[in-house]
């Protein structure tokens, strides 16, 4: 037997997502043919810096960034999210890296992994074709 989940659940686990990121919205467009995922860190939730791991920095500010992640089956899927800065005690201020892509990354992890495999066996031109290559969605 499985386990029923709700939508933000199920994109929780699919994602590996941890606390304090959650999963706020998942809005499918069928006209736009594309799955957006809204990730959120909880309210007050404090980031290790990334410079020097000083724990618990409060949040400075946050930058609204989209990432392209694997298709869901025939929808261009992105996740959406705010990337949180800290104000950290030593460094100042600095962006916190997102788990799901490397920092400076349009792309997730997943999405690179999945594509750099195509690319050992198909042109490049095909793995865009097939991934549908970066759309701008607005
Ligand atoms: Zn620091």
């Given at each position: ?104 990354s349009?792309f997730?992890l997943l999405f690179e992994a999945f594509t750099l495999t195509l690319m050992q066996d198909m042109?490049i031109?095909?793995v865009?074709?097939?991934v ?7």
């Amino acid at each position: 037997m499985g386990i029923s989940y709700s939508t933000p659940q199920l994109v929780a686990v699919a994602l590996g997502l941890q606390s304090p990121w959650e999963v706020v919205e998942t809005r499918l467009d069928r006209t736009a043919n594309h799955l957006r995922l809204t990730l959120d860190f909880a309210r007050g939730a404090r980031f290790a810096c990334p410079a020097c791991s000083t724990e618990a920095c409060l949040v400075h500010d946050t930058e609204a960034r989209r990432w392209r992640h694997l298709n869901f089956f025939r929808y261009a899927c992105y996740i959406e999210a705010r990337q949180p800065r800290v104000r950290c005690l030593n460094c100042g201020v600095k962006t916190v890296p997102v788990p799901w892509a490397r920092p400076g990354s349009g792309f997730t992890l997943l999405f690179e992994a999945f594509t750099l495999t195509l690319m050992q066996d198909m042109p490049i031109r095909a793995v865009s074709d097939l991934v549908g290559g970066w759309s701008t969605i607005t």
